[in-house]
């Protein structure tokens, strides 16, 4: 494959992984594929979960004065903390931002993998990763976020799967220009970015941030039916680690 641009991951924060891993792991009713023991360095702990190819994270701060938990306290929990790219030249992608003022604020480095993340205040509504694995032009091939095992945790059915993440912000027309000229790519009707995998759909709201995820699942009303059994229906949407969920019937 020649060239690719994918939305591959969402990360979520929690205050804390424990809860938040059980309600995840029973709703979307696939195991954790991954833990990576390098996010000890920032004071978090992690796992992740299979979306059909895709992934969702969820990190927590194992300490006080992380930059995850000042997320938290800023947003007062709501939103999501980082959607994350596949892509096959990350390096270049990385210019190109730094050239419109959208500042690198971390690089993570691997030999078969190179992980830029961007300044969530020069992105608007949460941080941008791109993220490059060696080999994994496939979408069942290698991606090293989600650690060597991950393709064995999806199910036969490739479900749940993640349909389009969801952005909010008072400008949703302005916002979607601002994400689409860092990531070099045409805004679509909606406004939205559909790449040739994943979707991200701009929508009103308050405030800038990665407000939802909408999922592909195959019997809804019992998703939601287990949601509101654990206390996660509120306002008569499904919350998971600060962002809304909505259910498609896949």
């Not at 070099?184 to 406004?191: H, L, N, S, Y």
């Amino acid at each position: 494959m020649a060239g690719y641009l994918r939305l591959r991951q969402i990360c979520l924060v929690a205050p804390a992984l424990g809860p938040a891993e059980a309600d995840i792991t029973a709703l979307l009713g696939v195991p954790v594929c991954h833990r990576d023991p390098n996010v000890a360095a920032y004071g978090l702990e992690n796992a992740l979960w299979p979306l059909g190819p895709d992934i969702l994270e969820v990190v927590a701060p194992t300490r006080d004065g992380t930059a995850a938990g000042r997320f938290i306290e800023r947003s007062g929990g709501r939103g999501g903390y980082m959607a994350i790219f596949d892509c096959d030249d990350s390096a270049t992608l990385e210019q190109h931002a730094n050239a419109m003022g959208v500042r690198t604020a971390n690089l993570i480095a691997h030999h078969d993998y190179r992980g830029v993340q961007l300044h969530p205040r020069d992105c608007r509504a949460a941080m941008i990763e791109f993220s490059t694995t060696a080999g994994g032009a496939a979408l069942d091939g290698p991606y090293h976020p989600a650690g060597a095992d991950w393709p064995k945790t999806v199910r036969v059915d490739g479900l749940p799967r993640l349909v389009a993440a969801e952005v909010a912000g008072p400008d949703p027309a302005a916002l979607a220009a601002h994400w689409a000229a860092i990531m070099r790519v045409p805004v679509a009707a909606g406004p939205a970015i559909r790449l040739e995998h994943g979707r991200i759909d701009f929508i009103p709201g308050e405030a800038e941030r990665l407000d939802g995820l909408r999922l592909a699942v195959r019997d809804p009303a019992a998703v939601r039916g287990m949601a509101e059994a654990r206390g996660l229906v509120r306002d008569g949407a499904i919350w998971l680690s600060g962002v809304r969920v909505v259910l498609d019937q896949a």
